[in-house]
Structure formats: C-alpha cells, structure tokens
C-alpha cells in the first residue's frame, strides 16, 4: 500500500490534534504534534528564567538550543506519544496556560523553527506520516500528498479549550481562555517567520458546526481517495 504524507495547519483548538490522531490511527501512520515540540522549547525558556513577563531573552534561548533535546515516547494509553524534553516526561507541564500565553513568542524565533522544522522533516522522510500545526503544508512538506486546513470561530474554539482545561482541573475563566485564543491567532498569523497561512493546495474546512464523526467521515474519504490516486499512478 502506497504511504502519504499528511499536513493539517490551521489557528489554535480547531481540533487538529484529533483529527490527525484518527487519522493516523485509521491509516496505521505515525502521528507528530508539531506544536508539542514548540511548547517543550518554551516550557524550556521558562524554567530557565528566559522571561520576564512576555519579553523573552530570545539570544539566550537560541545559545542554548544546542542543549535542547526533543523526542517523542509512545504512551500505549493515548493512542499518542508524549513529549519528552530532555529525557523528561512533560506532556502534561507543557499544556498548561502559562506555557499557551508564551509559546507563540518562542514560534517566532527563526532559530527555534530552523531547529524543529529539520527534526520533522526528518520524522516524515519515510511518508505514513500525520503532522499537524501551522507551516506543514506551507514549510515543513510542501509537498505532502493532502493538505487539510481546520477552522473554526475564535467563541467555538475557546469554549473547547475551556473545557479541555476545566476537565482537567485547572482554575481558568472563559475569558481568560477566549483571550489567548484571539491573542495567539493573532502572533501566529502576522509573524515574520513562517507565518499561519493557507497552503494554497489545501483543503479548508470549517468545523465550527460539524461533529467529530461528520469531520472524520469526510475527512477520511479525502486521504482514501489520496491514497488511491497514488496507487494508480505508481507515483
Ligand atoms: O498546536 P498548539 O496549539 O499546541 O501549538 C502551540 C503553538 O506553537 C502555537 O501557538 C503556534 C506554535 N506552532 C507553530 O508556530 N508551528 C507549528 N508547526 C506548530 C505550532
């Protein structure tokens, strides 16, 4: 069976990450939560002091990327792998709201991209690949076989968040969520580097009032027929 490559961009809590898990799951492929490793880095700038409320002290950050390692650890409970930031465990340290108010600072340092961007390209140099984030389809794979492009209204995505995050304990107000969310589309979106842009082969979809099993259905018709077509070309 031909393998693909799949890239799926889009803002904050479109519900990427579950489509690529089904997808990947589905299609038996590996699937990479790029933003998990941005959010490492940035776990990795605030332990070490390199804030000082959102100034961050990006030469320091970018001196000591040589002493940052990244790797993923599969969690046979998730049905995912967990970042693991220099041998450590933080997949749950590094979704918390304070690394979210900092992580688009640290995505916007061109080292850190050139970094990470060399070690995902590396994960889906054998295809059968599931990556999700904001620049797959536009710089990490360009030309990866499907590009999917999510989203969803800024209130749609913040509830979803919100919920994410009271489900698990945390003490946060809807507000303080809903303004992240509009904050990081908006960094994310006017960066310099490898800004959040629509590849323009992608597929747009706007989930805002589908469900998740309507999503994956159609989702799914989309990488078989993907599949398919490079079966016949033998491409
Ligand atoms: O997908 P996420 O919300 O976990 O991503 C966290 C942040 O990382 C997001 O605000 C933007 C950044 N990011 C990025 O710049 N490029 C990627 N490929 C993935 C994430």
Redesign the pocket.
């Known amino acids: 069976m031909q393998k693909i490559t799949i890239a799926i961009?889009g803002h904050?809590?479109t519900g990427?990450?579950t489509i690529a898990r089904q997808l990947a799951k589905a299609l038996d492929y590996i699937y990479v939560?790029?933003?998990?490793?941005?959010?490492a880095v940035?776990l990795y700038a605030l332990r070490n002091g390199m804030f000082e409320n959102d100034t961050l002290q990006g030469e320091k950050l970018i001196a000591a990327l040589p002493e940052i390692t990244l790797r993923f650890g599969k969690n046979d409970s998730q049905g995912k792998a967990d970042m693991y930031l220099n041998g450590e465990n933080v997949e749950k340290s590094?979704?918390t709201l304070e690394v979210?108010g900092k992580?688009?600072i640290?995505?916007?340092i061109a080292e850190v991209?050139k970094k990470?961007?060399e070690q995902?390209r590396e994960m889906g140099r054998d295809k059968g690949v599931v990556?999700?984030?904001?620049?797959?389809g536009t710089?990490?794979f360009p030309d990866a076989d499907l590009k999917l492009f999510i989203t969803a209204s800024a209130e749609t995505r913040a509830q979803r968040r919100y919920k994410e995050l009271i489900d698990r304990g945390d003490q946060v107000s809807f507000d303080e969520v809903l303004e992240n969310v509009r904050k990081?589309d908006h960094?994310?979106s006017t960066?310099k580097e490898?800004p959040?842009i629509r590849a323009e082969d992608a597929i747009a979809i706007d989930n805002s009032h589908m469900t998740i099993e309507e999503q994956f259905a159609a989702i799914m018709d989309r990488a078989r027929a993907c599949i398919s077509e490079k079966q016949e070309s033998g491409s």
């Open positions: 961009d904050s809590s990427k990450s939560d790029s933003g998990a490793m941005y959010r940035t590094i979704r979210s992580v688009s640290v995505a916007a991209r990470l961007v995902q990556m999700d984030g904001r620049d797959i710089v990490v990081r960094l994310d960066r490898s959040l």
